[in-house]
């Protein structure tokens, strides 16, 4: 049996759990709501102030079903419950963002700015210009979002310049070197 999707959900008075008939699972937590669509190898319920997952088959799929959908609702639980946070770092002489409404501006050394318009259920702050970060409840769109604005301009390994998460280190090359 899996060790990971036997083990109980447990979640607080912040997140609300519903099961409907057609295998799926609704959490609302807040301001905010996940539902996962479950195959008809898992099923799900709701006992006090726990969820148990449970298998239907014992074929090789279910038992890797079993553990992704134990995993996934935790994650939404935790999401709804604390939230997730990815942290980046702009590093470069004149890189700077700036968050307007709804959309993302960085100025990353191009010609133009760049925007990027922020997804429903995700919240950026900026922190000093050069910091940004990334919240929200579902832990997939978080990550996501964060893995975009990095894409804009990754870190390169001469200079280190360009945009990186919180504490990442990037492998520096040596420059060119002097002739003979």
Do not use: C, W
């Not at 997140?15 to 609704?26: G, I, L, M, S």
């Not at 799929?61 to 553990?67: I, Q």
């Amino acid at each position: 049996m899996s060790r990971i999707g036997k083990a109980p959900i447990y979640f607080d008075d912040k997140v609300q759990v519903n099961v409907t008939p057609a295998n799926e699972v609704v959490l609302k937590g807040g301001k905010n709501s996940l539902s996962f669509k479950m195959k008809s190898e898992v099923s799900a319920k709701v006992e006090g102030k726990k969820i148990i997952l449970v298998r239907n088959q014992e074929t090789k799929e279910a038992k890797s079903l079993h553990g992704l959908y134990r995993a996934l609702i935790q994650n939404a639980v935790s999401g709804l419950s604390k939230g997730f946070t990815r942290s980046l770092e702009l590093h470069g002489v004149g890189y700077r963002a700036n968050v307007a409404g709804k959309k993302l501006e960085l100025s990353l050394g191009f010609s133009h700015p760049v925007l990027f318009d922020i997804p429903d259920g995700i919240e950026i702050k900026v922190d000093k210009q050069t910091l940004i970060s990334v919240n929200g409840a579902n832990k997939e769109l978080v990550g996501q979002v964060a893995a975009k604005i990095r894409s804009f301009r990754p870190p390169e390994p001469y200079l280190g310049k360009g945009v990186r998460y919180a504490g990442e280190h990037i492998r520096r090359k040596a420059g060119k070197s002097a002739g003979k």
